[in-house]
Each structure stands twice: as C-alpha cells, then as structure tokens.
C-alpha cells in the first residue's frame, strides 16, 4: 500500500507540474504532499509493528492509517480529475510523463463522450429535470486505471486448476 501511495504521489506530481490551472496545480500539489506524509507513515507504522508483534492498539493504528492513505489518493484522484479537466500543457520527452498525459486524455476522452450522450439521450421527467435512475456514472480516473490490464504485473487473478485438480465452489 505505501509504494500504490508513492506511485499516486508521483502521478499527482507530473499533472500539478503540466496542468494549465494555478489553482488547480496547487489544490494538486496539497494533496499529493498530504499523501506523502500518510504514506510515509503508514511505512513507519507498518515496520513498527512488524517488530513488536500482534497487539490491539498497533492494528487499530495500523488500520486507521491505510484508512486516512486511502482518503488522501481519493482526494488526488479528484484534484487530478479537475486538473486534467482544466488542461494539460505539452510534457516534454519524457516517457513516464507522456504516458501519465495519454492517460488522462483518454480519461478526458471518455468524459467527454459520456458528456454528450447523456446530452443527446438524456430521459426527462414531466419537469424537464433529468431523471438519474438508471443513469450511468461519469468516468473518473480510477474507473479507466480498473479497466486497463496491469502492465507491471503477470498476477492472474484466479489460479487456474493444475492437471488433476478440479475446481470447487470452494476455490472461488
């Protein structure tokens, strides 16, 4: 969890330094300090209790910091969000810069296109308002990044049954 942190942190670093809002770039850059900081130190908490062993008050500690890190990636996600809502300037060179760009472009894209079919197919009530039930939900970043395949990891996500084994309700 602290090095998902890190990666977030880095993320939001690269869109606060391209973003062409101030004001978005430094609600960006607050976020993505707070969550250095919790990062950090969930990573302290986390070696602490690997040393001292089981107790209460260090997994109540424990679970309250992956609580708080988790809070402070939702709130990067959504200044990121805003950011690239706002626009981006053109990165330089830099692959690891591109690809965070062609990420939230795309993210962009899909807002974009969801935008105007709602626009186009929006159902209204006898009062013109919109009705919600059965409205899609806007993209955000984080339901594009879970409809990507990771590329950083060959982790299947069910183990496939081994010559001779079979599979039971009790395996999934």
Do not use: Y
Request: net charge positive; aromatic share 2%.
């Amino acid at each position: 969890m602290v090095s998902d942190g890190q990666v977030v942190v880095k993320f939001g670093n690269i869109l606060a330094k391209h973003c062409l809002d101030q004001r978005c770039s430094t609600e960006l850059l607050h976020a993505t300090e707070h969550t250095q900081s919790i990062s950090s130190q969930l990573g302290i908490v986390a070696r602490v209790k690997a040393v001292t062993g089981e107790s209460k008050a260090s997994s109540e500690l424990l679970l309250s910091n992956v609580q708080n890190l988790n809070q402070a990636v939702q709130h990067v996600l959504r200044a990121a969000e805003a950011a690239c809502v706002k626009g981006l300037g053109q990165p330089p060179a830099d692959p690891e810069e591109e690809e965070v760009a062609a990420f939230c472009q795309q993210w962009r894209k899909n807002l974009t296109e969801h935008r105007a079919k709602e626009a186009l197919n929006s159902d209204r009530d006898e009062l013109g308002l919109r009705k919600t039930q059965g409205a899609k939900a806007e993209p955000t970043l984080m339901s594009l990044e879970q409809e990507q395949p990771p590329q950083s990891r060959n982790i299947p996500k069910h183990p496939s049954p081994r010559r001779g084994h079979t599979v039971t309700k009790r395996h999934l």
